[in-house]
């Protein structure tokens, strides 16, 4: 999914501190993709408490989406440096397709992780088929070894694993699409310790999880409250947890079935720039970026100093191969007209 804000905020994100034992919030924003018909998602990676949680950076949470009043999913070929993609849905079917040849029907249930690496060019649009579309997009930032790899594709089903009630009844399920959890292990390939998984527990229940000490976390619940370590989760709020701590214990108090996001990962030791649909390292990295895709696709650059970073770059993304959809890539948000200045990212409220 692309992120169609007409003015991106650059954000230079670095690894935050947090009180371990807190449970922190982050509060979702609703951000249009498109005109005042079109859908919207409640954003709540990167914020102003949080930019990270591990190499998670990005997390878009949508739906359920009446396809027939809003039009669905329609994302035009566009680019993304630096990062990886997660796209995961509840309900509803995405065709995705991109410049290294792949193309691919997401459907719930199922991981679809693309990597884009030093660049590529991809599209998304829900099918005809689809009448409601819910589910959440998710980038992962690529660490400086190797965010400039080879851009790739991969897809994985999960196979459910039992969750087990604290009383020792049957707590629910869980399928581990990234990383590690309750013995079920994912083959997806990642550039640094992650975990992602959705986790369905019935009503009335608790469970608690062994997790990787190491790791950060947050759990985002999609269709109703969950209370984690003991404090009580609005539905689409973001919990965070910091590391340190060796089990988690979720609990759904209600009375219908409760569906969970659980992310993890390690602290990401680097700072990164983000703009638009860019991963990098500063300033001058995503002026490039945006040159080079601006070149590629005969748009208008902004500066002479934009196209003097494009000249050679000009095959980083490459095209897709599109349906005749009668809409052209998507031009990248013009740049500010002064020096972009990078800034850290959020500390939590206490340190200010």
Known sequence: MSNLELEPQETLCGADNVDSAAVELIVPRDV?????????VRR????????????????????????????????????????????????????HRDSAGHQALVRPGELNLMTAG????????????????HGAQLWTALPDASRHTDPGFERYVPEPVALVDVRGGHGGEARVFLGSLLGSVSPVRTYSPLLGAELTLEPHTAVVLDVDPTYEHGVLADNGDVTVEGTRVPQ?????????????RLANEG???LRLLVLGGTPFG?????????????????????AAWQREIGA??????????????DARFGPVVELA?????????????????PRRGARERNHG
């Open 32 to 40: 249009p993709l498109g005109g005042p018909r079109a859908m919207a």
């Open 118 to 133: 030093r660049g590529i060019n991809h599209s998304e649009y829900s099918t005809s088929g689809t009448t409601v579309l």
């Open 44 to 95: 709540t990676l990167p914020s102003k408490e949080r930019s990270l949680i591990g190499a998670w950076c990005f997390l878009d949470h949508y739906g359920p989406d009446d396809v027939s009043r809003t039009g669905g999913m329609r994302v035009p070929p566009h680019p993304h440096t630096g990062l990886q993609t997660v796209s995961w849905l509840f309900t509803g079917e995405i065709e």
């Open 236 to 248: 689409g709020v973001l919990a965070y947890l910091a590391p340190d701590r060796a089990a988690l």
């Open 270 to 290: 680097e700072e990164i720039t983000m703009w638009w649909n860019f991963v990098g390292r500063d300033h001058d990295e995503i002026v490039g970026y945006r």
């Open 300 to 313: 208008e650059t902004a500066s002479r100093g934009e196209e003097e970073s494009a000249a050679h770059d």
């Open 325 to 341: 959809r009668g809409e052209g890539p998507l031009p990248a948000p013009a740049l500010p007209h002064v020096r972009l200045r």
């Open 255 to 257: 009375d219908e079935p």
